[in-house]
C-alpha cells in the first residue's frame, strides 16, 4: 500500500480509455507537481492509463469499468444492457480506493473510465473538477457535470454547453516545447534542406490511416522524408530511404519540432498541441462507430484557417492535399497569431482555488 505526505493536498486523477484522456491528465500533473506542495494518485481500468502513469511513477487504483458500445446490432445491444449492474460495481470499487487515498479533489479528464469515479467521490462528498477536450462534450462529463465544481473546457463555446461550465483552454505537454529546429534535425540525422511529414494516428495508430499513407508512399517519398508513427505491432518492411517507422515515439517534442507538416487524427489533445506548436496540419477525422467528436473538432479549426481537412474516406487524395497544406502561406500566417495556446497556467488556478 502507497504512503502518503499528510502535509500535502492531495488529487485523485481519472480519465481514459484511450491516451487522449490521459495524456492531458499527466500534462496537468506534471504543472502540479512543480510546486512541491501536492500529491497525486490516478484511478482507472488496467487499459491504456495504467501503462502511460505506471512510467511516471504514480500510484494507481485499477477498477473495471463498463464502456457504451456505439452501433445498433444485438450483440451490442446485449452488452450495454449489463452496463447498468456493472457500473454499480465499478462506483463500488472506486469508493474503496477514494478512502484509501482520501483525496481532497478529484480531477477527471473524462471517457467511461471516469464516470464511476465522480459519482463515488460525490457521494462520499469529495469535491471534483472536470476538463472537456472536445468541442462537444462526451457523454461521461455529460453525466457528471452537476456533480463537478466546474467543467473546464478546452473550447469557449462547450462551456455554454455544460452546467458549471468554464473555458480556460487545453492541457499541453511541457515537454514537447525547448526542442530547435536544428537540434531535432540532428537527432533524426535528417537535413535541414529536406521536408518533414510527421503522420500519427492515435495512441494504437489507425489502420485506415497506416494504408492510405502507404499506399502512396512512393509519391510522397519522391517529396518529402516521412516519419510515420503507426503504432505497437503495426510495423512492416520497407526499405524506402526516406519513410522512417516507428511503433512508438517517446520524445514527440523532438518528432513535432523536426516537422514541416503534420499529418494526424483529430482527437483535440494532438489538435490543440499542434496548434500550440504552430504546426501547419492536414488532419483526418475518425469515422465509425464514433460519436463524431473528431469531425467536429476538424471542422471547428478548418473554418478558421488553421489547419486543412481530409475525410477518411477521400485518403486516395493524400499527396495532393499535402501538397495543399505546403502551398496554403494564409494558413501559416494564421497559426503565428492563433489565441488557441496551452491552457495549462489557468487549469492550475483553477485545481489551486478549488482545493482552497
Not at 505506471?54 to 494507481?60: D, E, G, S, V, W
Not at 465522480?118 to 472536470?130: D, E, N, R, T, W
Not at 505537454?173 to 537540434?183: D, I, P, Q
Amino acid at each position: 500500500m502507497p504512503v502518503y505526505n499528510n502535509t500535502m493536498k492531495k488529487i485523485l486523477f481519472t480519465g481514459g480509455g484511450s491516451a487522449g484522456h490521459v495524456v492531458p491528465n499527466l500534462a496537468i500533473i506534471q504543472e502540479l507537481l512543480q510546486g512541491g506542495d501536492i500529491d497525486v494518485c490516478y484511478m482507472g481500468t488496467d487499459g491504456i492509463e495504467k501503462g502511460l502513469v505506471a512510467k511516471q511513477k504514480i500510484p494507481f487504483f485499477s477498477i473495471a469499468c463498463p464502456k457504451l458500445v456505439r452501433g445498433m446490432t444485438w450483440t451490442n445491444l446485449k452488452r450495454n444492457l449489463k452496463i447498468p449492474f456493472e457500473f454499480r460495481r465499478a462506483k463500488r470499487q472506486a469508493m474503496e480506493g477514494l478512502r484509501l487515498f482520501q483525496p481532497d479533489l478529484v480531477f477527471s479528464k473524462g471517457g467511461y473510465v471516469a464516470l464511476p469515479v465522480v459519482f463515488a467521490a460525490h457521494k462520499l462528498g469529495i469535491p471534483c473538477l472536470a476538463h472537456e477536450s472536445d468541442f462537444s462534450p462526451g457523454l461521461a462529463n455529460k453525466l457528471s457535470a452537476r456533480k463537478c465544481k466546474s467543467v473546464l473546457t478546452s473550447f469557449p463555446e462547450t462551456a455554454k454547453k455544460l452546467p458549471h461550465g468554464k473555458y480556460v483552454g487545453a492541457p499541453v505537454r511541457r515537454e514537447l516545447f525547448g526542442v530547435s529546429f536544428e537540434e531535432a534535425r540532428r537527432r533524426f540525422q535528417i537535413p535541414l534542406t529536406e521536408k518533414v511529414l510527421l503522420i500519427f494516428g492515435g495512441g494504437s495508430g489507425s489502420a485506415a490511416l497506416n494504408d492510405g499513407v502507404r499506399k502512396h508512399l512512393e509519391t510522397l517519398a519522391q517529396k518529402y522524408t516521412l516519419l510515420h508513427v503507426c503504432g505497437k505491432g503495426n510495423v512492416v518492411e520497407c526499405k524506402m530511404q526516406r519513410y522512417r517507422q516507428f511503433e512508438f515515439i517517446a520524445d514527440m517534442g523532438t518528432a513535432y519540432a523536426c516537422a514541416d507538416l503534420v499529418i494526424s487524427r483529430a482527437g483535440s489533445g494532438a489538435v490543440f498541441e499542434i496548434l500550440a506548436l504552430k504546426k501547419p496540419a492536414l488532419l483526418v477525422p475518425l469515422e465509425g462507430a464514433t460519436r463524431g467528436d473528431q469531425k467536429e473538432n476538424a471542422a471547428y479549426f478548418e473554418r478558421r484557417g488553421l489547419c486543412r481537412v481530409l475525410p477518411q474516406s477521400q485518403l486516395d487524395r493524400l499527396p495532393q492535399a499535402v501538397d495543399d497544406v505546403f502551398g496554403d502561406r494564409a494558413m501559416r500566417a494564421r497559426l503565428q497569431e492563433t489565441e488557441f495556446r496551452s491552457g495549462n497556467e489557468r487549469i492550475v488556478r483553477e485545481v489551486r482555488e478549488a482545493l482552497r
